[in-house]
């Protein structure tokens, strides 16, 4: 009877247990290698031997800061929706009240003009987002799944109507220029700041950096108490509250997780473009994350990796092969129609995602079986 | 604060407000329906909306009409009325129908979790609104993802003007057929044998099932009636406020989704109360904090029902009403 979960369990597994029995040492090279390989990836001499990888239509260290900047942002929605089960549509709403609030700290353009480092308003841009996901969260999360999305979905697009407006502290469509690049102070080999306009490549290093201390963080928490009560609420919110979870307090934690990842991004996006208006924070791109983190594996961090790696790099590469070949495959354009309809494909055929979490894929092979006993037996 | 402004355009902002939540009460239908059958939030239902107000422009342009040419003559408004709605009804049913085969019945069979459903929910929405969104593109009409050029059917002229209170033909044929359609709805729901059959099924779908009431059935119908509804709900739109865009659905399904949860979600009056509440409301948060703040208040109102009255006015009952 068992044989079915059994089936989905190897399947996710082979490929992990063959990892797990590789020795300690050749994990750690490994490991290392691929991260040495990641940062190498936006220098010119080596991405040009990489025919195949490299994108030939955009600059490629441009197009690794979106995709490592997105990814960011996937391992921090699938803090919200893999580990603890709850469906934040908002997430970009997140994102744009931490750019706005590095925007307004450090601009001399802003309303404020106190005109702080860029380094300095992060952490205070990260501390406002933690507050509001928890001024969102507290009401909405004591109450059914489908009540958060819907309010998630609703603040996202508050955020971005206040943002429009044009009396608002936000300046409407006029924005925020001027908001000062990370970190002036770290010269380039040039002399210039190393955070300048037109070279990427240190953005994507620092948030190659962040992306790294995330995911540790991250996996360190989810093997904790906290980890385990996520998935507890996950699998029976009824059942963990019995067994003395305290599932509001815990939920509100992978809420307000979840936003500061958000806000940090944001934060790291206002550093880069230094110009910032409501046309930077479109609801569609919400979905954009969530598709990405569904599409890899809700609950699996490496998975959120991959799927947002897919929903951004993907597009451009494959742009870039058709203007090799002389057609115009412009993927990027119907990114939202592609990846809408992943989001169903892949809850009927494969909610568990790309590179599943083990005991996730297991709870959809559960339910599966007791909807239909015949058919999964067969 | 603009006390005055309020008091001043009382009774105009009294008026728009009970037609704008007209509109919101005959979305908020197709919400509550599949709400209290299936407890799923049906997010897609805003595009069911969206297609609809589409499908009965795109009507009255195969008519010949477009954005600059005049209606005149009863005959000819009427026309143009039914064909407009017989398009929107058409049109809003199928997608309806299309969500439910294509995106939630897959998923029931596979006993799936609610998130699932919800994350198919926001796949669907996506699809349609971005597919419409570029098939707006293609058209070129003038800068990417413009609205689509309207046609006014009727033009809004006052009809009734009594001691400062003016309401427009418009406004009367929107509240009047919202009010009229969930009377029939409400009937058709509580003394027809098919409606007895999806108040059994909102109950308890094991034992109604058990009882011979076939629940996929039931709940094919329910997403006929909420795209009918809607249908009607986007002719009424494109007639009182002859604007029509690949997002119109979004802010209207947010409200409208408000209007069902204010009302008591599941709760075919409370669509109703909810809706003209919620217009009314809003267009007094308009007058007094001005126009910018509007579609903040539907939002607001459903932060704070929900904090203190997550039920809605008149509770959540499809399935308790009576036998």
Known sequence: MNAHIEKVRSRGASMRARWDSMPRQVRWVALLALIVFLYLLPNRWFYINLWYFRTMESDMATVLFETAFFVLLAVGLNVVVGFAGLLDLGYFGFFAVGAYTVALLTSPESRFDIGWPWLAAVPAAVAVTMISGVILGGPTLRLRGDYLAIVTLGFAEMIRLYASRNEGIANGQRGIPQIPHPVPDVKGSDGQSLFGVVDARPYYWLTLTIIIFVILGVRNLTRSRVGRAWVAIREDEDAAQIMGVPTFKYKLWAFAIGAAVGGLSGALFAGKQSFINSDSFQLTNSILVLAAVILGGAGNIYGAVIGAFITWYLPEWVRGIGGALGLEINVAEYRILIFGAVLIVMMIFRPQGILPNRRRAAEFADRRQEAAPTEAST | ?323
């Open chain 2, 1 to 323: 604060m603009d006390f005055d402004g309020l008091l001043r355009d009382f009774p105009d902002l009294t008026t728009t407000g009970l037609a704008q939540g007209a509109i919101y009460a005959l979305v908020a239908l197709g919400y509550t329906l599949v709400y209290g059958v299936l407890r799923l939030i049906n997010f897609a239902h805003s595009e069911v909306f969206m297609i609809g107000t589409v499908a009965a422009l795109g009507t009255w342009q195969a008519l010949g009409y477009n954005q600059n040419s005049s209606v005149g003559g009863i005959g000819l408004i009427l026309l143009l009325l039914l064909a407009g709605l017989a398009a929107a009804v058409v049109a809003s049913t199928l997608t309806a129908v299309a969500v439910e085969r294509v995106a939630y019945r897959p998923l029931r069979r596979r006993n799936a979790p609610p998130l699932a459903f919800l994350i198919t929910a926001i796949g669907a929405s996506f699809v349609l609104f971005e597919a419409v969104g570029l098939f707006s593109d293609n058209l070129h009409i003038g800068g990417e993802r413009a609205p689509f050029g309207m046609v006014t059917v009727i033009k809004p002229e006052n009809v009734i003007s009594v001691g400062g209170w003016d309401i427009t033909n418009t406004q009367i044929l929107v509240i009047l057929s919202a009010i009229g359609m969930l009377i029939a709805l409400d009937t058709f729901v509580n003394r027809s044998r098919l409606g007895r059959g999806i108040r059994a099924v909102a109950q308890d779908p094991d034992t109604a099932a058990l009882m011979g009431v076939n629940k996929d059935r039931v709940i094919l119908l329910v997403f006929v009636i909420g795209g009918i509804m809607a249908g009607a709900a986007a002719l009424l739109w494109n007639v009182a406020y002859t604007f029509s865009r690949f997002d119109v659905g979004f802010l209207i399904g947010l409200k409208a989704f408000s209007a069902a949860v204010l009302g008591g979600i599941g709760n075919l009056r409370g669509a109703l109360l909810g809706g003209l509440l919620l217009g009314v409301v809003e267009n007094y948060a308009a007058g007094l904090f001005g126009g910018d703040w509007k579609d903040f208040t539907g939002f607001v109102v459903l932060i704070v029902l929900l904090m203190f009255r997550p039920t809605g006015l008149l509770g959540e009952s499809l399935g308790r009403a009576r036998a």
